[in-house]
């Protein structure tokens, strides 16, 4: 991305959230609540059992950006605006979860899942906007690759591997949401035993 043509320009309408306004009325005085209607998401967290490695995805965020550029906060500009996440993508789609899950496992890594497991589903943004994450786990092998990833349209996502045992340095690292350090949680009590980690 040129971050040179990045520029802000005034919000009219959008397809992937619309703007709201509410009023209501308690003890004789009125209020008002703004909020965003958004989609809602599903996310996957991806195990590579040769690397005995977590699958996670480099990208540029532009909302992060802005927070970062407001806040004045100083960072080398080669990671401005780039956040470390789990593979996920907007349920946008007329096709079940899981289909949307492995969907984007192809399209931002390009690993296809045999098969992919619910972990669960996790609500945000109460006071902003709520919407739905569906959480899911998947193991993948080399043999599960079949395509370069990457991302569509003008997504700009890079791989990024961790050992497991890595994790807890890796995290103190990067910008990160929530879900990576749950979904760690999760492997680690439900699922690293079982990969002898």
Not at 6 to 22: N, P, V
Not at 50 to 71: A, E, G, H, W
Not at 84 to 108: H, P, Q, R, T, Y
Not at 114 to 137: A, N, V
Request: aromatic letters at 14%.
């Amino acid at each position: 991305m040129d971050l040179k043509t990045l520029r802000e320009e005034k919000f009219t309408s959008s397809k992937f959230i619309k703007l709201k306004h509410y009023k209501y009325e308690k003890n004789g005085k009125e209020y008002t609540w703004d909020f965003i209607e958004s989609m809602d998401s599903v996310a996957i967290l991806l195990y590579h059992k040769t690397k005995q490695s977590f699958v996670f995805v480099r990208q540029f965020r532009i909302p992060l950006y802005d927070y970062q550029k407001r806040n004045n906060i100083k960072l080398d500009k080669n990671e401005l605006g780039y956040s470390i996440e789990l593979c996920s993508g907007l349920v946008d789609k007329n096709l079940s979860l899981e289909d949307i899950a492995k969907e984007e496992c192809v399209e931002e890594l390009g690993y296809m899942p045999k098969s992919i497991e619910k972990i669960s589903d996790f609500y945000s943004g109460f006071g902003s906007g709520t919407s739905k994450q569906s959480l899911y786990f998947a193991e993948i092998d080399e043999d599960d690759k079949i395509s370069k990833g990457g991302g569509i349209d003008d997504e700009e996502i890079e791989s990024v591997f961790v050992k497991v045992h890595e994790f807890e340095n890796f995290k103190e690292k990067i910008i990160r949401s929530t879900t990576l350090d749950f979904s760690y949680l999760w492997f680690m009590k439900f699922k690293a035993q079982k990969y002898g980690l």
